[in-house]
């Protein structure tokens, strides 16, 4: 069995302080990949935390080829923060990060802010030996669990369907970047192949979505020839969306809120498989208390469910499940 060494990388900050990043290393002494799973870039993204965890002890079973680099603490200020980036503050949206999202900032600086620097010592210790990556995120819990990937024909794409993740959603490069990178960009742009899984919701860990990362990490690591055996196939087909609406306009449908009032939910979970005329939940009008039934229009899998807006990822009124006329309460992607 392979061994697994347990490190740390060291990050000198802006204050003079030092900070340990740990992660763990297994080698299985013979030829192949490096394969990078890194996790909690953004602190109340938690779910592939225990992903890293739980690949590990497969590793140590089963790696035969290659190597393996396990991040599950990639930002572990803004873990401590318990927030997305440690420069948010209460119910401030994701996008107001001053220069602190982590995922922006590769390959990161030493003379930079303490994100960056951070950033800076995990890719010198531990990314920039990697070939390959899976890059785990979560984000809001009214969108399913989906594989961001470059579809080009490349080794992103076949990683994104190797991932078995139900949704699949396109992703072009960049036309135009100054500054850092994401960590996929990075791996991409030099040809060296990565996807990212967002396993929904945010700020909880979830067994459903901690079984399909785990999947997902294990069926890359048997594409990559580092684990025996055949990648575990999805029940039922992909559904995936282009870059361009127009991919998929055709087979996407958004159910918008037909009057104001309370959308009640009707125990339904993303991903699942929905039935035209399926009952979806139901509205409270506001102004006559009456019952507005919401019914799937189509047939096909639940992309997004229940009534939310702006900035629900990080503030509890962006998750009220009022609904004002013409807010998007679900929509359906079909394969």
């Given at each position: 069995m392979p061994a697994c060494t347990l490190n740390h990388t060291a990050a000198?900050?802006?204050?003079?302080?030092?900070?340990?990043?740990?992660?763990?290393?297994?080698?299985?002494?013979r030829d192949g990949e490096a394969f990078l799973v890194i996790a909690a870039q953004h602190g109340n993204e938690v779910q592939g935390c225990e992903v890293i965890r739980r690949f590990r002890a497969v590793c140590e079973r089963e790696l035969t080829a290659g190597e393996v680099f396990l991040v599950p603490f990639a930002n572990l200020p803004a873990l401590r923060h318990r927030r997305s980036h440690i420069s948010l503050g209460p119910e401030q949206p994701y996008g107001e990060d001053?220069?602190?999202?982590?995922?922006?900032?590769?390959?990161?600086?030493?003379?930079?802010?303490?994100?960056?620097?951070?950033?800076?010592?995990?890719?010198?210790?531990?990314?920039?030996?990697?070939?390959?990556?899976?890059?785990?995120?979560?984000?809001?819990?009214?969108?399913?669990?989906?594989?961001?990937?470059?579809?080009?024909?490349?080794?992103?794409?076949?990683?994104?369907?190797?991932?078995?993740?139900?949704?699949?959603?396109?992703r072009n490069p960049p036309t135009s970047q100054t500054g850092g990178k994401t960590i996929g960009a990075l791996f991409n742009d030099s040809g060296?192949?990565?996807?990212?899984?967002e396993l929904a919701p945010q700020w909880v860990i979830r067994e459903r979505e901690v079984r399909a990362g785990l999947r997902a990490a294990m069926n890359l690591a048997k594409l990559f020839g580092m684990i025996e055996g055949e990648p575990e196939q999805l029940e039922g087909p992909c559904a995936e969306m282009g870059p361009e609406t127009a991919d998929h306009e055709d087979r996407y449908f958004e159910l918008t809120a037909p009057c104001e009032g309370l959308f009640v939910e009707a125990g339904l979970q993303t991903s699942e498989h929905v039935e035209e005329g399926q009952l979806l939940g139901h509205i409270i009008r506001a102004g006559d208390l009456e019952t507005v039934e919401i019914r799937a229009p189509a047939p096909g899998y639940l992309y997004k469910y229940g009534a939310f807006r702006e900035n629900s990822d990080v503030g509890l009124p962006g998750q009220h499940p009022w609904a004002d006329e013409g807010d998007c309460v679900a929509a359906i992607l079909q394969p």
């Open positions: 000198t900050l802006t204050d003079g302080s030092e900070l340990t990043i740990p992660w763990w290393h297994l080698d299985s002494g001053s220069g602190h999202n982590m995922n922006r900032t590769w390959p990161g600086d030493p003379e930079g802010n303490d994100t960056e620097r951070v950033v800076h010592a995990l890719h010198e210790a531990v990314v920039r030996h990697c070939s390959r990556a899976l890059d785990l995120h979560s984000w809001t819990r009214f969108i399913a669990t989906a594989t961001l990937a470059r579809r080009n024909g490349g080794l992103s794409e076949e990683m994104a369907r190797a991932s078995a993740i139900r949704f699949i959603q396109w060296r192949g990565s996807i990212t899984i």
